[in-house]
């Protein structure tokens, strides 16, 4: 007869090892890891593998997602405050995040190659005559990209 070891601690347990519990309405911080993009991770055994902390507190206290994403009104990703947390689809996390003006466009984008004053230069030159594929050369950029952000398709915020 082998022994097994310690009865393994439940998920819900181990939740509430990592969190920084404070008033109802403030957020309640996860302390333990941290995924790269800052979400709180716990590892959950009896899924084989790693689940979001804000997606387990929705979970322990608010029942299944049914498929959909859990989303913060607070913005904070550490946070596990369920009267924070709501269900929505991915268009309404895509909403939810241009609402709050977190989209990675613009120099918000770590790929972007333009700023807002070469846009504008880049819009003055068209305007003067200048052909699209000179002006993308010029700004080190294709010549669709010059185009879209020349006729505001790419960069319409800026003036």
């Known amino acids: 007869m082998g022994t097994r070891g310690p ?7 181990r939740f509430w090892r990592y969190v920084d519990k404070r008033g109802q309405d403030e ?3 996860w302390t333990g890891c941290l995924h790269p993009t800052g979400y709180g991770l ?7 593998r790693l689940k979001r902390a804000h997606v387990l507190s929705y979970e322990i206290h608010k029942g299944s997602l049914n498929g959909l994403w859990c989303l913060h009104k607070c913005d904070n990703r550490k946070c596990v405050n369920p009267r924070h947390l709501f269900a929505g689809t991915r268009e309404d996390n895509t909403k939810d995040m241009i609402n709050k003006g977190r989209e990675a ?3 918000k984008n770590g790929q972007a190659k333009l700023n807002p004053s070469m846009i504008v230069a880049m819009r003055q030159k068209r305007a ?3 052909i699209y594929r000179d002006i993308a050369k010029e700004f080190g950029v294709s010549t669709m990209a010059a185009f879209n952000a020349i006729n505001r398709k790419n960069w319409s915020r800026v003036r």
């Open 7 to 13: 009865k393994p601690i439940p998920i819900e347990e």
């Open 27 to 29: 957020c309640w911080e």
């Open 42 to 48: 716990l590892q959950a055994r009896e899924l084989g």
């Open 105 to 107: 466009s613009g120099i």
């Open 128 to 130: 003067d005559g200048n």
